[in-house]
């Protein structure tokens, strides 16, 4: 278990604000590294993706700058290139976004506190906005652990089921990813709802 200094300051800041004067039982973060490892999977749609996009755009584009002699489509060449160029685009910015991604969520985990307190599973996230998110004990009905060998893991939280306008059933579920020491929440949270089993 963490304590308090083992935050960045202004995170502890934000999880004291938040726990207020709840009994801390547990406090931890997300293992940026494997968060990281785990987004870098994506790249094996974004890289193929980016680079199509790239090559896509870049042929009217080189046309655009480079093209010498007349125009062979009867004046309509530049705009027909121009609007290919433009639509790839959009493409190459979606690539670009795919592959930063997995960047993206590192840092936010860098950033991330999670905490257990007499109450509830408290996530507070101090990234561009602060973000946090609360789950109370007695709304968990049930936990999937998936601990890695780093002693990282996953804590999937059920929490139970409602109709969705159809009259269907949904599972209601929090996911917990790339929790540093997932085992030691797993303890923490057994002790403080012993009516819960994995």
């Not at 795919?98 to 307190?117: G, K, N, Y």
């Given at each position: 278990?963490?304590?308090?200094?083992?935050?960045?300051?202004?995170?502890?800041?934000?999880?004291?604000?938040?726990?207020?004067?709840?009994?801390?039982?547990?406090?931890?973060?997300?293992?940026?590294?494997?968060?990281?490892?785990?987004?870098?999977?994506?790249?094996?749609?974004?890289?193929?993706?980016?680079?199509?996009?790239m090559?896509?755009?870049?042929?009217?584009?080189?046309?655009?700058l480079?093209?010498?002699?007349?125009?062979?489509?009867?004046?309509?060449?530049?705009?027909a290139?121009?609007?290919?160029?433009?639509?790839?685009?959009?493409?190459?910015?979606?690539?670009l976004?795919m592959?930063?991604?997995?960047?993206?969520?590192?840092?936010?985990?860098?950033?991330?506190?999670i905490?257990?307190?007499?109450?509830?599973?408290?996530?507070v996230?101090?990234g561009?906005?602060?973000?946090?998110?609360?789950?109370?004990?007695?709304?968990?009905?049930?936990?999937?652990?998936?601990?890695?060998?780093?002693?990282?893991?996953?804590?999937?939280?059920?929490?139970?089921?409602?109709?969705?306008?159809?009259?269907?059933?949904l599972?209601i579920s929090?996911?917990?990813?790339?929790?540093?020491?997932?085992?030691?929440?797993?303890?923490?949270?057994?002790?403080a709802?012993?009516?819960?089993?994995?």
């Amino acid at each position: 278990m963490l304590n308090m200094t083992s935050l960045p300051k202004s995170l502890a800041h934000l999880v004291r604000e938040t726990t207020g004067g709840e009994r801390l039982i547990w406090l931890g973060r997300p293992h940026s590294g494997r968060i990281l490892r785990q987004g870098l999977w994506s790249w094996m749609f974004a890289l193929p993706w980016t680079v199509f996009s790239m090559a896509w755009t870049s042929v009217p584009v080189s046309v655009l700058l480079f093209a010498q002699g007349p125009d062979k489509m009867g004046g309509w060449g530049i705009p027909a290139m121009a609007v290919m160029a433009l639509f790839g685009l959009p493409f190459v910015a979606i690539g670009l976004s795919m592959m930063a991604e997995p960047f993206r969520a590192a840092a936010r985990a860098r950033q991330t506190a999670i905490a257990l307190t007499g109450q509830r599973i408290v996530i507070v996230t101090n990234g561009r906005a602060v973000v946090v998110r609360s789950i109370p004990l007695t709304s968990i009905v049930r936990f999937e652990l998936r601990p890695k060998r780093d002693g990282s893991g996953d804590l999937r939280l059920d929490l139970g089921a409602k109709r969705d306008s159809e009259g269907d059933k949904l599972e209601i579920s929090e996911e917990l990813v790339g929790v540093g020491d997932v085992v030691a929440l797993e303890r923490a949270l057994r002790a403080a709802v012993p009516r819960l089993e994995a």
